[in-house]
């Protein structure tokens, strides 16, 4: 075999796992359509199919750029079933790489993340600059034709966007803008690459990783699952915003009399990241950006949850925090309020999100259906059933609004009361 640059092996898409008429359910207005079918929760055949199609297929969230920032710093990112080297060279360039060696094949980096002079497998001893070039390795100046330029790493297309390192294995992705779609505008006032991480904390939840991302569209489930949110940032509050490209983008309003989320509402004396207007001092922005990234920018922080995708009911989310790094200098700089805040939420929405796992396998579980405060889920859903179907139709999608919801809610409590007072 002579040797050339090497495009990594891209497995045949299967036929899709899910057929058009079980997800033609899905594709209807939001007020007449069910749920995804139960068996997308489940089945180890469309798991593999959302991995190879959407998760090889196209950006995915990778971690952030503040983890790679000097030559040789790294982190590793799980994608789509690979560990992907995320590295800065020597020539101040960001890279991605598959962590595999081009010998025979062992994984090269074993450290989550660190600082290396250059990559050095731990088999045989091979060594690759961080560039991603093969030094000559020892006893092969006797193979016929073998360049040890034509095997380096294998690289990966990479971007990044406010400090967020996106990864396309397909390297044939839309330009990562277009993916973003509306948020780019939205969120170029702020330079959020600038913030630092306080605190992260892995969590291992035993659910598909779509129902992690449905259960962060909504808050219908609020006012139970979460009273310490709902007291902040009522249910019903805020608006969607718009949502082209990969994205489903809103944002709730925080009552006047508090600052932010956190345990006490308040922001502990940290002012509003810089860019804000005075219409942001009383938001929470909220995006999901296809397939994995879930993004919730608050007055005073940024706060991001990474989904990766385990087993077909077992997810790994990530979620960090992020401040201004003036504040995290400050003696009495203090984020535990709203770490310990977002923190029980996580674990509250974790909790319902393995009880739908459990109730989704049941025999008994059929499609159910959307109120009208969850049309971004329905949104979501039609992502994730436009991309089974896979017949080029794009769903449009519509949003029933929070007030118009909560005016019907209004409504029918009139007609009930008004019944019962014609009764009496
Ligand atoms: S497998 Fe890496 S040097 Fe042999
Ligand atoms: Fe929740």
Redesign the pocket.
Known sequence: MVDAPVQPRQRPLPESPVSAEEVANVRAPTLEAHVLPPRVYHDPAVFAYERDAWFAGGWVSAGREEDALQPGQYFLAPVAGETIIIARGNDGMLRGFYNV??????A?VEEPAGTLPRFQ??????VYDLEGRLRQ?RHTELLVDFDPDAWGLIPVRIAVWQGIVFVDLSGTAEPLHEHLGPIVDEFARFDLGALRRARRIDYDVKANWKALVENFLECYHCPGVHPQLNRITPYDSGSYLPSDGGTMNSYMEVLPEFETLSMTGAADGRPPIAGMTAADHNRVYYSVIWPNQLYSLHPDYLMLHWIAPLEPGRTMVRCEWFFDPVEMAKPDFNPEEAIAFWDLTNRQDWHVCELQQRGTASRACTQGRYSSLESSVHGFDLMVADRYANDGIITPQERVSKQESSAAVRARARRMAQGRSAAD
């Open positions: 060696c081009r010998h025979r094949g062992a090269i497998c731990p088999y045989h001893a091979w390795p």
